[in-house]
């Protein structure tokens, strides 16, 4: 069964950093990474694909790198000067389509086939 499992949540201050990583059980092509925090919408984060064409949300640009080893079926997503509005629950996502992360629907949550169970993230002021 295609499954793709996150690791490397927890707890920061403001300022701080983490990484986030996301092993998938098969090569994909495209990968992304959103996040929902309490009693909001699920939101795109950032996504990549194997070319590294990478996509952004506004309120991750120049913060957030999201970054995939292909080879090693792992994506990335390195978090740096982090905000407490950034406290969300954090998930891998594979796009049903390949051509998602270079378009930019790679950010839809509507356009993910495959979820991960997700990752806490917590930012503290």
């Known amino acids: 069964q295609a499954q793709v499992r996150e690791s490397g949540g927890g707890s920061v201050q403001a300022g701080g950093s983490l990484r986030l990583s996301c092993t998938a059980s098969?090569?994909?092509?495209?990968l992304a990474w959103f996040r929902q925090a309490p009693g909001q919408e699920r939101e795109g984060v950032a996504s990549?694909?194997?070319?590294?064409?990478?996509k952004y949300g506004d309120s991750v640009k120049g913060r957030f790198t999201i970054s995939l080893d292909h080879d090693k079926r792992t994506l990335y997503l390195q978090m740096d000067s982090l905000k407490p509005e950034d406290t969300a629950i954090y998930y891998c996502?594979?796009?049903?389509?390949?051509?998602?992360?270079?378009?930019?629907?790679?950010?839809?949550?509507?356009?993910?086939?495959?979820w991960g169970q997700g990752t806490q993230v917590t930012v503290s002021s």
């Open positions: 996502a594979v796009p049903r389509y390949e051509s998602a992360c270079s378009s930019g629907d790679g950010l839809l949550p509507q356009s993910v086939a495959i």
């Open positions: 098969a090569w994909y092509v495209c």
């Open positions: 990549v694909n194997k070319f590294g064409t990478t």
